[in-house]
């Protein structure tokens, strides 16, 4: 097992400590790139195939040429987390537009640069599942469909980071941003679902990201008979909410005890949200491409 930290840069792995790109790549001056957060749980790759067509759609709407397949993408994602014996780790895959030169247009770019990076992951929100973790509404507007379109997992991520920011001055773990139009659409990094009288609800995929582990979460309410359904949920619907959790690769299932400094349901997690947090972790512990010859 790998003691030193490795990462892969088109197609080396090199030690961490050496692990550089140009500071004339257009993912540093501009975020021009796209990238995927996937987690890898007892040495099984959660997801993989859907990241990758995730990571493919966002490239392509971008016009970014990937050069590789997605199965040599997947072979070097597996590779890497190999190469670092991490059993259960959090891999962030990064594809940027690649060196040019001071101006914008992409066309000075002629190669991309792929990059792999894993890590291990404490619980992203440590020992706040099992009582619930607060959040506030930012003042910071998610970015509208007509000027970016959320679907692409771009590495520009200022708007959310404005967003976090905010959390971390009220002093709560996350913010909730909001649409052009004022309803809710998602965290910062994370989407979000609420309950109501035991049916789930999210906000419509046209003004969020379309989180891998969201719709993981809308096919187990499926399996487990949960109602669920995308529809406009208002601040006042959220407030009032019996239960509230968030979604994503690096949270989990996350409940939510407060938004805005209102207590959320009578319980924090509610029984549906534990529900569905305990079959999500049945899935991680039985789903996966393996890592490891075992």
Do not use: W
């Not at 257009?26 to 099984?44: P, S």
């Not at 101006?103 to 990059?115: A, H, I, Q, R, Y």
């Not at 969020?208 to 499926?222: F, S």
């Amino acid at each position: 097992m790998s003691e030193e930290r490795l990462v892969y840069i088109n197609g080396e792995l090199v030690p961490k400590e050496e692990a550089k790109v140009s500071v004339f790549d257009h993912g540093f001056l501009y975020g021009d790139g796209v990238f995927e957060g996937i987690r890898v749980y007892d040495g099984r790759v959660f997801k993989l195939d859907e990241h990758v067509d995730r990571l493919y759609d966002s490239a392509r709407a971008i016009m970014l040429e990937i050069p590789m397949s997605k199965e040599e993408m997947k072979e070097a994602i597996i590779e890497t987390v190999r190469a670092n014996g991490l059993r259960d780790a959090y891999i962030r895959v990064v594809v940027s537009r690649g060196e040019g030169d001071l101006g914008l247009d992409p066309e000075k770019c002629p190669e991309p640069n792929v990059v792999i990076i894993v890590e291990p992951m404490d619980p992203l929100y440590g020992d706040l599942y099992e009582r619930g973790i607060r959040v506030i509404t930012s003042s910071i507007r998610r970015i509208p469909p007509e000027s970016l379109d959320p679907k692409i997992k771009s590495c520009n991520y200022l708007n959310n980071i404005l967003a976090k920011i905010q959390a971390n001055l009220a002093g709560v773990e996350e913010a909730i941003m909001l649409d052009h139009e004022g309803y809710v659409a998602e965290g910062t990094g994370d989407n979000i679902f609420v309950v109501e009288n035991g049916e789930v609800f999210t906000p419509p995929d046209d003004t969020v990201l379309r989180g891998i582990t969201r719709q993981t979460v809308m096919e187990i309410c499926e399996e487990l008979g949960i109602p669920v359904r995308e529809k406009r949920i208002t601040l006042g619907e959220l407030y009032s909410a019996d239960e509230v959790f968030l979604t994503g690769t690096a949270a989990e299932v996350a409940p939510v005890r407060e938004v805005d400094g209102r207590k959320i349901g009578d319980e924090c997690p509610g029984p549906v949200t534990r529900k569905i947090m305990k079959r999500f972790r049945e899935l991680t512990e039985t789903e996966g491409v393996p890592v490891f010859e075992d």
